[in-house]
């Protein structure tokens, strides 16, 4: 008795969506398989497709993220259509798949590599883009940028601010100074996306004030 | 036998001034599509006696032979060289044209350009270089070969087949039908075999033992067939044509000739255990025979579980065949081949006499979940003599099941456990699912593969049928099955990767097709025999392609399943032809053996002043008498040639005919003439290290071309003054390759001896000021040509790490001590040894 | 003479100590208990999380780890993280800068910006790992004055601590076992469910892109929790898991409209009530989902009178 597995997403078929055929000249890129196989997927022509990765994926379960389908593509070279996909994003690094895998493809890394390829390309979302810029910011992906926060700490019979780089901020500058290097907050576009956020929080303060006014 | 062999030993044969023809051979565009084959017939004609060169498309071929023969009455030629492929695949081709044209057939050397040079480095300078002088090695050797007479030993005309499963009975049928006596030696109680246990055979559903049967019978009843049943090899000794096999037949408690096998002793005996035949689902008594048919019809007792009732003995009555203290018998039997048909060994299944549980962490559950079972736990369930008499039920609750799953390749094709398909699961799935599906036509099948594979005469047909009656195929290997605590049927997880969808299938009885691996005792028994197991772990042929029967052992020949998983019908193609195979040796009275034994000088041995012996501890076979106050004295007989005791020698007072130390030291001062601080000095045992360096090539792995290779029949004969030598012409870095310790020697322990030698050689040189990566020993088998390749590419980055300014520092400083015994003995030349006329 | 006391550099991270300092401060009492010393690493930052920063870029990920690591190295002890993908990062940017001639190179380049310098000199540990080998299953047994007899507790592992598994060699992650005794230590009533070993869902940066799908993850693990009969706390190694199995039960709420509620610790909270310390010593009532729904530990169940 086969069933839909019980956590299996829904399916919808479409007939009438027309979808044009792979262009082999235009789509296919022969050099991604290099690029992850350096960036962290060395073994990713071992595999041979036989699912056992995305019959593990809990993501796969609630989403469109295919592991499995995502190898094939890279495989075949359609870089374009697999580090644009937003459900790349979806793998949650619990290498239930590379425990598993009989081919030692070691998924997780290939994701993790196809993800640095899809930044590379300026495929990134968002949140993430926040997320990075925060680190660069305050040395912590999640600061303590709050009074309460540090209320908190205080409860629970702590001194207010961890020796971290929360306290330190020579530790920040030191963060500051490997992103620079490295080209991260060229990267990730640091200095557009801090001034953006000051002109988002000045109209916002203006805003608030012109209420105020009113 | 002794007599002729030293007879011949001793026999002083004509030398003759070196006059040298060098063939170049294209191979096609194999080698001269990497190397500019002008350029080397240029560069050949300068070295030095070289007479004639000449370039050949295909020098193997009847053309290319021809050109030999011609060439040699023509031109005076004393010394062949063939440039082309490796010495183990051609060099008895060739040195079969030199005697044809009237030369001693030792006057022949090969210069492996093609697996050391053009199927492993790109076009290019280096690569170009590398070929000159490895024909530049091979020229130097060949100016030094002396004639040599092979060794005609007697042939016993009787034959070994070890194992009695179907290609073992095969082989041993065809021996002996064509006259020779043969000792079939099996460990079980009983032939057989895996095909004994199967209910019906893919694709046309014969019924196993009803075709195999009458062949064990046979067996049993040819006067030229001794089945020596219930026993193993303890040793294997002696050569090609003149085996010496012990073996060890184990204490049945019954009476071989008196035992008539009625039967009247199982019906008396009240103790009962897990037949491990029956995969440990049936029962059988303690004194019994594991299935009806068995061969020969002998019963055994099981003292692991016999209470000593005597029973049996009143139930045998006036047979007396029962005897309670009999002993284990050690028989030793002389044979001139020997036949390995040793099968494999089915994962889980339970070995004869250890009734173990399988393991806990079983694939799939299995082991912990009632209702998984292994394919060989279905065969003898579905089979009608089986223990539930071909009912297939539940473990749980008896009951039979409507729904049934199977996984396939469950340990196979898969890098955490074996990396290679098992080549009959496919098949067998389908022809289970056929049995099933007809004992019970509304049962369900669904059978979860990664790729079904069914290449084989009348297969992919068996695999339609399985479609067309109506079974789900699930492209995908499931990632998980849990079990449902109350009903205990199992639910398999897995992705539908045609779907593309995550799907979820509940069975009432889940069958693993599992991974065949390398029957129980492959390693020993390889040990013993001096052969090789391939990565895998099974037996490995001499050639993939050309010899895939032989072993590196001449007389020693493989069949079926040991060499690698394969069915019903190969096997027993393989059995035949393993046969045949043997028969080439038996037919004859005679066989040719290699002369490249070790020779004592009386005059230089010191054995005759003080006692010495160190050639006696070192040789192997203990064919090596030094009494006292007499020179030491080689018993040819038993050499094998493998140059141990050559090496070992402080005096210097052994010869290895063919590999003498004046040829080796010429080929290395050829591979160091030039640049020899960018080179690695490579001394290659011909059955391991070489062999592997041949894989690294046809294989085309890429490497540097930094290595010169130096073959040697064992790296026991590598000797220090051979290392000395090198760093005294100035060598980047020495490897001395070795089979794998502890028992994978050709020569029992040549290996043992060559590790502890180059270990202490290495402090010394390290004491020298020499760096000590710069000399490695290094275990490579010949399976292992990406070893070998990894080991060149490492040494040559730390080569190029040290940098050449450091080596001929380091060489400079340890001049003295590292030339210190090479001058004690004289070996330095005086005079530069011009190998051109650059 | 004394034996001398286990020391071990003390990495925090960034949800520890900035969002559940509960855990901060049971560490600290469980580990004195024990007679383990934790040092401060002045100025240590994110680790940075590694499915996240990893998938960004492999090597500001790695440099930005190795220079936690270098922190360490100057004073020679071990570190030792309570959560999961701090362990990750460090741990795996510990083993591939010695392993990955190229990768160290860049890396270094970058330190070499800050006068820093990743030699490879310290091994890097999680609370378990120093709990159960460094102290013992034996001694901290000894400690356990207040057994929570007939408290039903189920399980989280985790992903990072154990996987991969061939490369961690940590425990059998289809079968762990030594999360498992650590925590039976405690006196409670090991709870097994279906899903135990799946993903609570945050990883990978996948909270961040989409909180919702992560939810998924934490609510199937919830159902399958009620399917096998539910229990009165979940325990964790990690705070991001905790963060999402206790701050997640409100954003389900609000989400998905289904109501759970479990008392969700880290491990070593767990084992500072079975060592007796009270809740308020180290504030098991400031995790968040206290907080926001304004509710409190389900004291009766965990066999605490307040």
């Not at chain 2, 051609?90 to 093609?114: S, W």
């Not at chain 2, 005759?608 to 012996?613: A, E, P, V």
């Not at chain 2, 001049?815 to 011009?834: D, S």
Request: net charge negative.
């Amino acid at each position: 008795m086969i069933q839909a597995s019980a956590r299996s997403r829904c399916v919808t078929v479409t007939t009438t969506e027309e979808k044009p055929a792979v262009d082999v000249d235009d789509d296919v890129d022969l050099e991604f398989v290099e690029m992850i196989k350096k960036t962290g997927g060395p073994n990713i022509q071992n595999c041979y497709q036989c699912g056992t990765c995305s019959g593990s994926c809990p993501a796969g379960a609630f989403t469109n993220y295919l592991v499995r389908g995502i190898i094939r593509k890279a495989l075949l070279g359609l870089k374009e259509e697999v580090i644009s996909s937003p459900d790349l994003w979806f793998c949650t690094t619990c290498y239930a798949c590379t425990d598993r895998c009989p081919q030692d493809v070691k998924p997780t890394d290939v994701i993790k590599a196809i993800r640095n390829v899809a930044v590379a390309e300026g495929y990134m979302l968002g949140p993430h883009q926040k997320v990075a810029a925060k680190v660069v910011e305050a040395a912590h992906a999640v600061p303590l940028d709050k009074e309460s926060w540090q209320n908190l700490r205080v409860k629970v019979g702590l001194e207010p601010v961890p020796p971290n780089a929360s306290g330190n901020p020579w530790a920040i500058d030191e963060i500051r100074k490997i992103t620079k290097k490295s080209g991260f907050e060229k990267l990730i576009g640091y200095e557009e996306f801090m001034k953006a956020q000051k002109e988002k929080a000045k109209k916002k303060a203006e805003e608030k004030k012109s209420q105020k006014k009113e | 036998m002794t007599e002729s062999k030293t007879d011949t030993a001793t026999k002083v044969v004509d030398f003759r001034e070196p006059r040298v023809g060098v063939f170049l051979c294209h191979c096609g565009l194999n080698i001269a599509g990497t190397l500019d084959m002008d350029d080397l017939e240029e560069y050949s004609k300068k070295l030095a006696d070289v007479v004639f060169v000449k370039q050949n498309r295909y020098t193997c071929a009847d053309p290319g032979q021809d050109e030999i023969r011609k060439a040699i009455a023509e031109h005076d030629l004393t010394r062949v060289v063939v440039a082309a492929c490796s010495p183990r695949m051609h060099e008895p081709t060739f040195r079969t044209t030199v005697k044809d044209a009237g030369l001693n057939e030792f006057y022949f050397e090969m210069a492996n350009i093609r697996e050391h040079c053009s199927w492993c480095h790109p076009k290019g300078e280096a690569t170009q270089e590398k070929a000159k002088e490895i024909i530049k090695m091979a020229v130097a050797k060949a100016r030094l070969l002396a004639p040599l007479q092979k060794f005609e030993v007697p042939v016993t005309p009787k034959a070994m087949v070890i194992g009695g499963g179907v290609t073992g009975i095969h082989s041993a049928l065809d021996l002996a039908n064509m006259g020779f006596k043969t000792y079939l030696v099996e460990r079980d109680e009983s032939i057989g075999g895996h095909m004994a246990q199967l209910d019906k055979t893919f694709p046309t559903l014969d019924c196993s033992i009803c075709i195999e049967g009458p062949k064990m019978v046979e067996c049993s009843r040819n006067p030229n067939i001794e089945i020596i049943s219930y026993a193993d090899i303890l040793s294997v000794d002696g050569y090609i044509g003149n085996f010496r096999v012990k073996i060890l037949k184990k204490a049945r408690y019954v009476i071989q000739s008196e035992c008539t096998g009625c039967g009247e002793c199982v019906e008396s005996c009240p103790i009962e255990y897990p037949n491990s035949w029956e995969q440990n689902l049936g029962t059988r008594k303690a004194i019994s025979i594991p299935f009806p048919q068995a061969v020969p019809l002998v019963f055994t007792i099981n003292m692991d579980h016999c209470i000593e009732c005597f029973m049996c003995i009143d139930a045998c009555g006036d047979r007396q065949a029962i005897n309670f203290s009999q002993e284990p018998e050690e028989i030793e039997v002389e044979v001139g081949t020997i036949v390995v048909a040793t099968g494999f060994h089915s994962m889980y299944e339970p070995i004869p006499g250890s009734e173990s549980k399988p393991a806990e962490k079983g694939y799939y559950g299995y082991g912990k979940f009632d209702n998984v079972l292994t394919a060989l736990e279905v065969e003898r369930l579905v089979c009608a003599g089986g223990p539930t008499g071909g009912e297939v039920i539940r473990r749980s609750d008896g009951k039979h099941p409507k729904r049934v799953g199977f996984i396939q390749c469950v340990g196979s094709r898969d890098i955490n456990k074996y990396e290679y398909c098992s080549n009959f699961c496919c098949m067998y799935t389908i022809k289970n699912s056929v049995l099933i599906k007809e004992h019970e036509p509304d049962t369900e099948i669904y059978i979860f593969y990664i790729d079904m594979r069914t290449s084989g005469k009348g297969y992919e047909d068996f695999y339609r049928r399985g479609r067309e009656s109506g079974f789900t195929f699930i492209k995908g290997r499931p990632y998980e099955v849990i079990e449902d605590p109350d009903t205990k049927n199992l639910i398999i997880r897995t992705e539908d990767a045609l779907l593309g969808e995550p799907i979820e299938v509940e069975v009432d009885l889940l069958i693993l097709s599992t991974a065949g691996e390398p029957s129980e005792g492959t390693n020993e028994l390889g040990s013993k025999l001096h052969i090789t197991r391939s990565g895998d772990g099974f037996f490995m042929e001499s050639h993939p392609k050309l010899k895939p029967l032989d072993t590196p052992v001449d007389g020693i020949y493989l069949a079926g399943a040991c060499q690698g998983l394969k069915d019903i019908p190969y096997s027993v193609a393989q059995g035949s032809g393993a046969a045949a195979r043997a028969a080439t040796v038996l037919s004859k009275k005679t066989v040719e053996i290699e002369p490249i034994v070790a020779v004592i000088d009386p005059e230089t041995c010191v054995n005759t002043d003080r006692k010495c012996g160190i050639c006696v501890d070192k040789c192997p076979y203990g064919a090596i008498n030094a009494l006292e106050g007499k020179a030491a004295v080689v018993n040819v007989a038993n050499c094998h040639g493998c140059g141990t005791c050559v090496a070992s020698c402080p005096q210097d007072a052994i010869t290895q005919m063919h590999f003498t130390d004046e040829q080796i030291m010429a080929q290395i001062r050829a591979a160091l003439e030039d640049k020899a601080e960018e080179k690695i000095l490579v001394f290659a045992c011909n059955w391991c290290c070489y062999s592997g360096s041949d894989l690294a090539g046809t294989s085309r792995f890429e490497y540097p071309p930094t290595a010169r290779i130096i073959r040697v029949m064992c790296s026991g004969r590598v000797d220090t003054d051979f290392v000395a030598e090198a760093y005294r012409l100035g060598a980047g870095m020495v490897l001395v390759g070795g089979c794998h310790l502890p028992t994978d020697c050709h020569y029992i322990s040549g290996n043992w001896v060559a590790k502890e030698r180059i270990e202490r050689y290495a402090k010394v040189v390290e004491g020298a000021g020499i760096s000590p990566e710069r000399l490695r020993w290094k275990e490579i088998s010949a399976a292992e040509g990406l070893i070998f390749v990894n080991t060149i590419k490492e040494m040559s980055q730390q080569l190029e790490d040290i940098g050449i300014d450091k080596i001929k520092e380091e060489n400079e400083k340890a001049r003295k001590r590292i030339e210190a015994p090479l001058r004690r003995k004289g070996l330095i030349p005086t005079v530069k040894v011009a190998e051109s006329d650059e | 003479m004394a034996k001398k006391r286990p020391a071990f550099y003390h990495f925090l991270g960034c949800v520890i100590p900035h969002r559940y300092p509960s855990v901060e401060k049971a560490t600290k009492l469980v580990f004195e208990d024990l007679g383990m010393d934790l040092l401060d690493m002045v100025g240590a930052t994110c680790c940075p999380a590694p499915g996240v920063f990893g998938s960004f870029d492999r090597v500001t990920w790695a440099s930005i780890a190795a220079r936690n690591l270098t922190i360490a190295e100057q004073g020679g002890y071990p570190i030792t993280t309570g959560c999961n993908g701090c362990f990750a990062s460090l741990w795996d940017s510990n083993y591939e800068l010695k392993h990955d001639e190229e990768l160290r190179k860049a890396v270094n380049e970058n330190l070499a910006e800050i006068g820093r310098e990743f030699k490879g000199s310290i091994e890097v540990t999680h609370y378990v790992d120093a709990l159960y080998n460094t102290a013992g299953l034996p001694k901290i047994r000894k400690r356990v004055t207040h057994p929570l007899k007939g408290v039903r507790m189920a399980l989280h592992p985790g992903c990072h601590w154990m996987r991969p598994k061939l490369l961690k060699q940590k425990d059998e992650s289809e079968r762990p076992h030594i999360f498992r005794e650590l925590c039976e230590v405690s006196g409670a009533e090991y709870v097994p469910y279906k899903d135990e070993l799946i993903c609570c869902g945050a990883g990978g940066a996948v909270r961040t892109a989409d909180v919702k799908v992560s939810l998924e993850f934490t609510k199937q693990k919830f159902d399958s929790l009620a399917d096998a009969g539910g229990a009165d706390i979940i325990v964790t190694p990690c705070p991001f898991c905790l963060l999402q199995l206790d701050l997640g039960q409100v954003e389900i709420q609000k989400y998905f409209g289904e109501e759970y509620v479990f008392d969700v610790m880290h491990v070593t909270e767990l084992l500072a009530l079975a060592f007796g310390h009270s809740p308020e010593e180290f504030g098991l009532g400031t995790h968040l989902q206290y907080m926001q729904r304004k509710s409190q530990p389900n004291w009766e169940r965990l066999g605490i009178k307040v």
